[in-house]
């Protein structure tokens, strides 16, 4: 039942790792900024590299919005009461800016670089254990054979007149397969043509050679006569 349990759990945690989706970007924001009693509110404002900044005219007077420090220039154009103008900011850094009809009208706008992108990260599901086969009841048989086979070593302590020894097998010898093979690899015909042809030669110089030996002495014997 454990390893059943342990089974479905990888399986679970290797399915949720491919169906969970990899971590998006922040999405871009955009903020308001009202033109209101001749002054911008909020007067501060933190954003991130980006977001878009929309200005609002409020009042009955013309305001616009124009850049005096930054990392780039911006210019709005003039706006009449109720228009609005937007403008994305992508370069981090602090920008002052003021209404050029009103001087008096200043507000500051600070852009923070956007993190980076978390990785993306590539879960491979973890294999399962392998599922073993559950332990089998053993016959009663073997559970006697086995249960004989091991009180054998205590029963052997006791000499007993009917306890057999057997001989430690005596190591044979290597033999090696090119001598077998040799052994009964048959004579070539050839070779013993040819030991029989020598054979007859040498007992037909025998013979001749005794034969010319008693014609010399029988010669040798009349010739005196």
Same mark, same amino acid.
């Given at each position: 039942?454990?390893?059943?349990? &342990?089974?479905?759990?990888?399986? *679970?945690?290797? $399915? ?5 989706? &990899?971590?998006?970007?922040? &999405? ?40 005096? =420090? ?11 009461? $109720? ?5 994305? *900011? ?5 920008? $002052? ?16 670089? &956007? ?20 332990? %089998? ?9 086995? %249960? ?15 306890? %057999?020894?057997?001989?430690?097998? %005596? ?10 093979? =040799? ?43």
């Amino acid at each position: 039942m454990r390893r059943l349990t &342990a089974l479905l759990g990888a399986l *679970f945690l290797a $399915g949720a790792a491919l169906v969970l989706p &990899a971590p998006t970007a922040q &999405a871009a924001a955009t903020h308001q900024v009202l033109m209101s009693g001749y002054a911008f509110t909020p007067r501060t404002l933190t954003i991130t590299a980006g977001d878009t900044v929309t200005w609002t005219n409020r009042d009955q007077a013309p305001h616009d919005v124009r850049t005096t =420090s930054g990392p780039a220039p911006v210019h709005s154009p003039m706006l009449s009461k $109720g228009d609005s103008w937007s403008h994305t *900011f992508t370069t981090p850094g602090t920008y $002052g800016y003021v209404c050029t009809v009103h001087p008096d009208m200043t507000a500051r706008l600070i852009v923070k670089a &956007a993190p980076a992108p978390a990785p993306t990260v590539h879960r491979h599901p973890t294999s399962a254990p392998p599922a073993t086969r559950p332990a %089998t009841a053993m016959p009663s048989s073997m559970h006697m054979d086995h %249960t004989t086979r091991a009180a054998a070593p205590a029963a052997s302590k006791d000499p007993s007149p009917s306890l %057999t020894v057997s001989a430690p097998a %005596t190591a044979q010898p290597a033999v090696d397969p090119q001598d077998t093979a =040799s052994a009964i690899r048959p004579l070539n015909p050839l070779l013993l043509l040819t030991g029989v042809v020598a054979g007859v030669a040498v007992l037909c110089l025998l013979l001749v050679g005794s034969r010319s030996a008693a014609a010399a002495s029988r010669s040798d014997e009349q010739g005196p006569g």
